[in-house]
């Protein structure tokens, strides 16, 4: 399996904007508390529309991109615990289903 390296500073670029976007989102349900929490798929389908700008129309830049946030999700969850799964960790839930939010101790 080839592995995908990417500069400090993109993994950073995509890592603080999810966080921020995230916690937007969380911060969205005002008094009550009951904010939005997306899933993992929604918030990798919302970056690369956020970078059109960038990437233009093109296909295979997107599909390169979309795998890139994949990616730094899965690490974001795994390795660095800025994010965190919310609800029951139910193994018949594909983890693309799951919702995620942004750590309560992260600072952005």
Not at 69 to 95: C, K, P, Q, Y
Request: charged share 30%; glycine share 6%.
């Amino acid at each position: 399996k080839k592995k995908t390296q990417i500069t400090f500073e993109e993994y950073e670029s995509i890592s603080n904007a999810i966080a921020v976007y995230l916690r937007s989102k969380e911060d969205d349900g005002g008094d009550e508390g009951e904010g939005t929490y997306l899933t993992w798929a929604e918030t990798v389908e919302w970056y690369p529309e956020q970078c059109k700008g960038e990437i233009g129309n093109s296909a295979e830049e997107r599909e390169r991109l979309t795998k890139l946030t994949n990616l730094v999700i899965r690490r974001l969850i795994n390795v660095d615990h800025v994010l965190m799964f919310m609800g029951d960790a139910s193994d018949d839930v594909d983890e693309q289903q799951r919702k995620i939010a942004v750590h309560p101790n992260y600072v952005a």
